[in-house]
């Protein structure tokens, strides 16, 4: 219908407004936007079609109903001091007076009135009596209006549920025009400007501009349109006459087609407004989420360099034992390989004994008992990492509760199910760790990386029976003192040198072990911690990368936000000037 009047110009607007609320309508689909909202905006682009809608809005008893039957000059609905509006009314064209109620509860009036064939009219329940249902309805109306004409009564302006209703009609961006009905009951010419006043007052603190405003007495006007008024008195009493003269230049081909344009532009802008601050208060959280990420992966790095650097610190431990060893071995020598015990030194088995219990002593057992104590630092450690990150989850899980705006997909619903089980995760991580089995797994698993650098079989035995026999066999048959026996045959200059090989082989051999042994205690215990990190990395994944992508997700669509509302406003002001 709309492009039976349009201009070349105009034509090209409305083209143009039908491409960018298209792409609006797009982003908000791609983004899962409230169903009602994508439904209030495709209702109103549909409204560009239809018939001129005038939605006439206020409080019960403030005259709505009177108010339209003066407008139409026909007693079409039922007036009173009750709430008798009760549902929703639209009042349209037809060749005879019918009525019915439609699936939705809307009662649709038709009647043969001239101005019905360029409007149609809806009438709406008073904004002090609405129930859920029909506030439901009122809102669907709202949005395709193309002029909202918001009635108030003389005797009490700008009630609390007026006030919140205005709000919301502006919210959608559409023409509000008010009307003070009832000025009948005014004393004075000064009472009806007093009460203009403080409805323009508040009008322009409410919404930040001077709304268009008519004083008038709808019964006065009724009355003079359904009687014999001499000389047109009550119908100038009435001041009906201003309004009717605006709402004509309104209903003018030119004007009608701005607010038509307006409109849907107006639903528009508010839609993408709405999902811009939805979509940034999302960004905020993620934010967040991301600053929470970078923490938990902080804490990582740091539990590693904390790991290692206190590793090293109790491999020293480690170390003092071996360099005992290696000075009781020094000292032995000095003892034994002398030609007093030259007879002792020929029986190996008596000088293995010796060696055992002077030098190799309770070493094993020492160097087991640390790397016990590096076991249970190393269980504890990863235990408080997991009790750290599942305090972290506690607080993010609670986090922005209260923050969300607008419904957007399942990003909250999924965000605070990827939360919950990470924290499950954790919570049941801390509640069933055990450090003495995962300390006796551990103490395995050491036992089993120094054995086999040791290139010893190992059944039951433990880790300081490894070394035992590593520090035995190794040290003892390598300095070659047991195959010295002939060493009293050569004479007195023979024994020191031996003596002082000895002691070389002795280094020697202890270097090794030592190497051998922190070596594998180092390749272990890093795989161990590596193990550790992997394991708490893994679980954190899934959020990590719902975060990520979430993110990029939110960042698109408030780009594409921001692009087609710089286009609509830029529109907008051009709509304006037709």
Known sequence: MLNKILTEQQDRLLAEERALLADLQVVLARHDADLDDQKALERSIR??????????????????????????????????????????????????????????????????????????????????????????????????????????????????SERVFIEQIRSWGKKLVFIINKVDILRSEDERLAVERFVVENAERLLGFSPDVFSLSSRQ???????????????????????????????????????????????????????????????????????????????????????????????TDVDGVLRELEERGQQFLDETVRIGRIFDLIRKTRVKEEFERKVVMDAPAQIEHKV???????????????????????????????????????????????????????????DSYKPDVEANRLADSVQNSVAGLAVIEVGAIGLGAIVAAMATTTLVDVTGILAAGFVAAMGLFVLPARRSRAKTELNKSISELRSRLMAALKEQFEHESERSLVRIREAVAPYTRFVRAERDRFIHMREQIDEVTASMAGLRQRVEKL
């Not at 009177?66 to 407008?71: D, S």
């Not at 016990?372 to 509760?401: F, K, N, P, Y």
């Open 47 to 160: 409204r560009l079609d239809e018939l001129f809608l005038l939605v006439v809005a206020g409080e019960f008893n403030s005259g709505k109903s009177a108010f339209i039957n003066a407008l139409l000059g026909s007693r079409l609905l039922e007036e009173g001091v009750t709430p008798t509006t009760s549902c929703i009314h639209t009042l349209a064209h037809g060749s005879e007076l019918a009525s019915e109620v439609d699936g939705d509860g809307i009662q649709r009036i038709k009647a043969p009135i001239d101005l019905l064939r360029e409007v149609e009219i809806v009438d709406t329940p008073g904004t002090n009596a609405l129930d859920r249902e029909h506030e439901a309805l009122t809102e669907r109306f709202i949005p395709r209006s193309d002029l909202v004409l918001f009635v108030t009564s003389a005797d009490r302006t700008f009630t609390e």
């Open 221 to 315: 006007a009724l009355e003079a349109k359904g009687d014999v008024d001499e000389g047109g008195a009550l119908m100038r009493q009435s001041r009906f006459a201003a309004f009717e003269r605006y709402l004509v230049e309104v209903l003018d081909d030119s004007e009608r087609v701005r607010l038509k344009l307006l409109n849907p532009l107006g639903v528009g802008l508010n839609l993408a407004e709405k999902y811009r601050r939805a979509t940034q208060g999302r960004l905020d959280i993620l934010a967040d989420d991301v600053s929470a990420l970078d923490s938990i992966e902080h804490q990582l790095d740091l539990y590693q360099e904390d790991l290692a650097r206190e590793f090293a610190f109790r491999l």
């Open 372 to 430: 016990g104590e590096i076991i249970d630092w190393m269980v504890s450690a990863e235990l408080r990492q997991w009790q750290a990150l599942d305090r972290h989850l506690t607080e993010r899980r609670a986090h922005h509760a209260d923050r969300v705006v607008g419904s957007l997909g399942t990003f909250d619903q999924d965000r605070r199910q990827l939360l919950d089980t990470l924290g499950r995760a954790a919570h049941r991580t801390v």
